[in-house]
């Protein structure tokens, strides 16, 4: 397990963000929202805003699945490790590891944590904080790990532990938030390559760099100065997940899709876009990167920019109205249980249905089969299945779907003998990719670039998949 001394305290403060140009990172809701959004604006240091007197973060736990603690952050004094105890007692009560309680009680503290790549993020909090800005850090953080190591896993945060923590030191000032932009950071501190590593352990030097980025000395922080590129480009990805609940009868019972657009930018000098749609009516609960301007959105309903250099998440969104949410899948299914016998009938077939015209692909379907079963033998028309007795789950990988010839999968399903019935049916969930179509019908109208005078490459690609997609049966 590694850990850190608790960090000294810093005569750096965040600076006030401007009022009302944007619209909240996602983390305070109704009249708290609307109060704060009056006086405050995320700037690109994140942490912009009127501090409260106290600490916000006090420190972070990273715990592997294994329930291991193997990094731990304090800033100015340490916790201890048994604070952790309050979410491991949570972790075991939850059905899922998704289902572990994102903000935990505990007599002195709060525990606010999320869960990425197969690892806990926990912060240690000791006064009441917007929960859901704490959320948004912690992700920044996960994702910054990505960027710099290219997965943020357990063994790529050992194997560059002194940059983890040189991160988390600039990342989080005193325990606020302050520089989370990925272009500031990699000013600060170079990302690791081998050649670097090699001459980092011959000279004694580290990754931290010598000067102020120059993106912190302007007032648009989150660009540097001087790009400079042979190829300029601008590539925008609109990927859209769909939620669903779909009852017995085929009949929607919840859905909503959840939406991003992420954007690569490779421009040269100082480029100011603009980004129109052609219908941005359907977004509903919009979040931005803080470059865009809040104000032409407001009247125009175009996302007007300074773009950052690299990769970056232009907004977020959610169409929430159901009727605007087509389902792309229909499933047929019928799953049985006789009385007082040792077998059960399992039959399922899959079909496309508001699909543009576009392939349905990356299908598959996992079912939670009740305990009473001890083993499926099924036939698949298409792909394969596996079902493992031990955790009682059959996955079947079916592709891609053709109209011509429907997937099925059926069979006879073992049960244990004299057990009882099972009281209900297991429910589907499935997972699907439809390339070159954003469900919702958003579409990206077109780009202009101001403030150069070279011709950009643009492109924008599409792309539908399944979030949490359950067919009760």
Not at 47 to 67: D, E, V
Request: charge should be positive; include cysteine.
């Amino acid at each position: 397990m590694l850990t850190a001394p608790p960090s000294r305290p810093s005569g750096l403060s965040c600076r006030q963000g401007r009022k009302g140009e944007v619209h909240l990172q996602p983390g305070l809701l109704g009249s708290q929202a609307q109060e704060v959004q009056t006086r405050w604006r995320p700037s690109p240091c994140f942490g912009a805003g009127k501090r409260s007197p106290t600490k916000m973060i006090h420190s972070l736990f990273l715990i592997n699945c294994s329930g291991d603690i193997f990094l731990e952050k304090h800033w100015k004094s340490v916790v201890s490790q048994s604070v952790c105890d309050y979410f491991f007692e949570a972790q075991e009560k939850a059905a899922d590891v998704e289902n572990v309680p994102p903000v935990i009680s505990t007599p002195h503290h709060y525990l606010i944590s999320i869960y990425r790549d197969k690892l806990f993020f926990v912060s240690v909090i000791q006064t009441e904080v917007p929960p859901l800005f704490v959320i948004e850090f912690l992700h920044r953080v996960a994702d910054t790990f990505q960027d710099y190591f290219g997965e943020c896993s357990e063994a790529a945060i050992k194997d560059n532990v002194v940059i983890v923590y040189e991160l988390l030191e600039e990342m989080l000032d005193n325990g606020f938030p302050l520089a989370t932009e990925s272009n500031i950071l990699k000013e600060l501190i170079k990302p690791p390559t081998i050649l670097r590593s090699v001459v980092n352990s011959i000279t004694g030097s580290s990754n931290v760099g010598d000067t102020l980025p120059t993106g912190q000395l302007s007032n648009i922080p989150w660009r540097r100065a001087g790009v400079k590129y042979t190829n300029n480009e601008a590539y925008f990805d609109v990927v859209e997940e769909i939620d669903a609940i779909i009852d017995k009868s085929g009949s929607t019972v919840f859905a909503e899709i959840q939406g991003v657009i992420d954007a690569c930018i490779k421009l040269s000098g100082m480029p100011d876009l603009s980004l129109s749609f052609m219908n941005p009516r359907l977004l509903d609960d919009v979040s931005f990167h803080p470059c865009i301007r809040f104000k032409r959105w407001e009247s125009e309903r175009v996302l007007s920019f300074i773009p950052p250099d690299g990769n970056f998440r232009l907004i977020s969104y959610r169409v929430s109205s159901q009727n605007l949410v087509a389902i792309p899948v229909y499933v047929k299914h019928s799953i049985s249980f006789k009385e007082n016998s040792s077998c059960g009938r399992f039959d399922i077939t899959i079909g496309p249905k508001q699909n543009m015209g576009k392939t349905i692909e990356g299908i598959t379907v996992t079912v939670h089969m009740p305990k009473v079963v001890l083993n499926m033998n099924l036939t698949p028309t298409q792909g394969s299945y596996t079902f493992d007795p031990v955790t009682k789950v059959l996955t079947w990988d079916v592709g891609k779907i053709t109209p011509q010839k429907l997937p099925s999968l059926k069979g006879l399903v073992n049960l244990q003998s004299g057990a009882p019935k099972p009281e209900e049916n297991p429910s589907l969930n499935i997972q699907f990719k439809i390339q070159q179509l954003a469900i919702s019908g958003l579409k990206v109208n077109r780009l202009d670039m101001y403030g150069e005078k070279y011709k950009p490459f643009k492109g924008v690609k599409y792309v539908t998949k399944a979030g949490k997609f359950q067919v009760r049966t």
